[in-house]
């Protein structure tokens, strides 16, 4: 066989013909070859060896130089297997099967004698919202029950949860609209014009100190017991009252409804809006005595908190978690501000008009520091009443900033994304935080458009855990972090004008219905949302029956000697 020199590079000549080559059959090559590799003269042996298989399955790259056995010449041939057995060794007493004590079998707790006092009212709700003259108020502290049984070993999680609705649906109700979350995404509207109407309450401003806190300096969350927060609905609002009969606007809202509806798109949970429709505005409200003002947990985790059975009484039930959360915050956002009663921090005190719920009658309590700022967002020809809250003030590079407090808490890390905060924290506090926009996406989401909605510079984020997994009363602060708002949005992919797009689109959705009563429902098992329109007395007798009870003290706790 004679073979040419090609001098101009690589094949054969043009015109040639390898006659010898006729009947090769031709070698494809897939994208997994590394064609480049055989001819690397200068790598090693290593990397010049060819991929044995290419497929998954097993079959050979090139199927057609395979070698095939002819089972006609030599069907008797049979292998035999010379190697050695191998006889699997048999665990028995120690080992992996370990009696009682195994690795996903760990022995229960017992469980404390019930009845005690504890920092968390974790018996449920016990909290007092609305009703009386006008106002509600949620405390700092609580009153709770027993520590309740130990925790299993090993826990599964049910994916399929099947979650109940935040409100019966009656019969004389009838649907008016439906629609899906996910057609939310699709709205845009620009961001409105704003206009203060009336500042009221006072702000703390903020100690500098938890800047600096880490897990080895991590201090003790406490329990602002003398400090009163108010949780009033939209109608019960004197201020909102006002506005309404001097025509100001045309929908009346808080900032925490808005930015619940701003944020819906996220949500898993049940939830209600109740929506009243008259000649002068449209008030959109919540009911009195529910979990709206209640923080959710690990809402959009992939497993999230449940109990196996209807086990009330174990720590991580979550109405208990989302108890805990809620008083974590509200503690939280009062303990990292300066008390201007203590020597040293005169002069720190920023105080408004008058706060309207707090009556001179509440002996022996202080409101929190919160300001109402009474805001009008104009959006094209809506004009929306807002109520939005700040929490405190700082100085930053000489200049004077507002600010919003809200606090994460971390219950058990093997159930909540398995990043134990106390190793990573300090480190890798990015990761604390990818895996808490990931569980707790929604709530997130609310903080952020509520700072949005009140117009602050500055939103303070706490870390705030458990000093051991099995116990929901003593809590520690690990670190804080300063967010701007509107960057905080843009890095959790919250669309400012798709929140205001969702508004108005319920804003003029209500525009366009007749006067009455309605219901805005969240279906508990789909992402879906239904509009009812209720008979003008729903909800009515139940605010009346709780209406004795309004005025009991919740944040008072006694301790047992």
């Given amino acids: 066989m004679e073979i040419s020199f090609n001098a101009d590079g690589w094949g054969p000549v043009n015109g040639e013909r390898l006659v010898d080559f006729d009947d090769v059959p031709y070698a494809h090559f897939d994208k997994k070859e590394r064609t480049n590799r055989p001819a690397d003269f200068a790598s090693s042996f290593y990397y010049q060896r060819p991929q044995r298989y290419n497929r998954r399955d097993g079959e050979p790259g090139n199927v057609e130089f395979a070698y095939r056995h002819d089972a006609v010449e030599d069907s008797t041939f049979q292998l035999v297997d010379t190697s050695k057995s191998v006889t699997t060794k048999k665990y028995g007493?120690?080992?992996?099967?370990?009696?009682?004590?195994?690795?996903?079998?760990?022995?229960?707790?017992?469980?404390?004698?019930?009845?005690?006092?504890?920092?968390?009212?974790?018996?449920?709700?016990?909290?007092?919202?609305?009703?009386?003259?006008?106002?509600?108020?949620?405390?700092?502290?609580?009153?709770?029950?027993?520590?309740?049984?130990?925790?299993?070993?090993?826990?599964?999680?049910?994916r399929k949860l099947d979650r109940q609705p935040s409100l019966t649906v009656e019969s004389s109700w009838v649907q008016v609209e439906e629609f899906d979350l996910a057609q939310l995404l699709k709205l845009q509207a620009n961001p409105p014009t704003v206009e203060d109407l009336v500042?009221?309450?006072?702000?703390?401003?903020?100690?500098?100190?938890?800047?600096?806190?880490?897990?080895?300096?991590?201090?003790?969350?406490?329990?602002?017991?003398?400090?009163?927060?108010?949780?009033?609905?939209?109608?019960?609002?004197?201020?909102?009252?006002?506005?309404?009969?001097?025509?100001a606007g045309d929908v009346y809202a808080t900032d925490a409804i808005l930015a619940h509806l701003?944020?819906?798109?996220?949500?898993?949970?049940?939830?209600?809006?109740?929506?009243?429709?008259?000649?002068?505005?449209?008030?959109?409200?919540?009911?009195?005595?529910?979990?709206?003002?209640?923080?959710?947990?690990?809402?959009?985790?992939?497993?999230?908190?449940?109990?196996?059975?209807?086990d009330t009484n174990e720590i991580n039930y979550p109405e208990k978690l989302s108890l805990e959360a809620t008083m974590i915050n509200q503690n939280f956002s009062q303990q990292v501000l300066l008390d201007p009663t203590v020597g040293g921090n005169e002069g720190t005190r920023k105080t408004y008009e008058p706060n309207p719920f707090?009556?001179?009658?509440?002996?022996?309590?202080?409101?929190?520091?919160?300001?109402?700022?009474?805001?009008?967002?104009?959006?094209?020809?809506?004009?929306?009443?807002a109520r939005c809250e700040l929490h405190g003030w700082l100085t930053k590079r000489g200049e004077e900033q507002l600010l919003t407090v809200y606090a994460l808490n971390e219950w058990d890390s093997k159930f909540s994304g398995g990043v134990n905060w106390r190793q990573k924290i300090d480190q890798q506090r990015g990761a604390v935080l990818a895996t808490e926009l990931k569980n707790n996406s929604c709530k997130l989401a609310k903080w952020t458009a509520q700072s949005i909605l009140s117009g602050a510079d500055q939103m303070k984020l706490g870390y705030v855990s458990r000093k051991a997994p099995n116990n929901?009363?003593?809590?520690?602060?690990?670190?804080?972090?300063?967010?701007?708002?509107?960057?905080?949005?843009?890095?959790?992919?919250?669309?400012?004008?798709?929140?205001?797009?969702?508004?108005?689109?319920?804003?003029?959705?209500?525009?366009?219905?007749?006067?009455?009563?309605?219901?805005?429902?969240?279906?508990?098992?789909?992402?879906?949302?239904?509009?009812?329109?209720?008979?003008?007395?729903t909800f009515e007798e139940d605010d009346d029956e709780g209406g004795e009870d309004d005025d009991e003290e919740v944040g008072d706790v006694e301790e047992d000697d």
């Fill in 262 to 310: 701003m944020a819906s798109p996220r949500s898993v949970y049940s939830w209600d809006i109740v929506i009243e429709k008259t000649a002068g505005g449209i008030f959109l409200d919540k009911r009195d005595n529910t979990i709206f003002d209640f923080l959710t947990v690990s809402e959009t985790a992939h497993d999230p908190p449940t109990t196996a059975g209807e």
């Fill in 472 to 537: 929901q009363y003593d809590h520690e602060v690990l670190a804080t972090q300063f967010f701007k708002p509107k960057e905080l949005a843009t890095q959790i992919n919250l669309n400012v004008n798709n929140m205001w797009g969702i508004v108005k689109m319920i804003s003029e959705l209500l525009m366009g219905k007749e006067e009455g009563k309605y219901v805005l429902l969240k279906d508990p098992n789909k992402a879906t949302v239904r509009l009812y329109s209720v008979p003008p007395g």
């Fill in 358 to 385: 707090y009556y001179e009658d509440d002996s022996g309590m202080e409101p929190a520091s919160v300001t109402f700022r009474y805001r009008k967002f104009t959006m094209g020809n809506i004009k929306l009443v």
């Fill in 199 to 247: 500042w009221c309450g006072h702000l703390d401003q903020y100690d500098e100190s938890y800047d600096k806190v880490t897990t080895r300096t991590a201090k003790p969350l406490k329990r602002m017991d003398n400090k009163i927060l108010y949780a009033v609905t939209t109608a019960q609002d004197p201020i909102m009252e006002k506005f309404y009969a001097e025509s």
């Fill in 93 to 158: 007493g120690r080992g992996f099967q370990r009696g009682g004590q195994g690795r996903f079998g760990g022995r229960g707790g017992g469980g404390g004698p019930g009845g005690g006092r504890g920092r968390f009212g974790m018996d449920g709700p016990q909290m007092s919202f609305g009703g009386g003259r006008g106002r509600g108020r949620m405390a700092a502290g609580g009153r709770g029950g027993g520590r309740g049984g130990g925790r299993g070993g090993f826990r599964r999680h049910d």
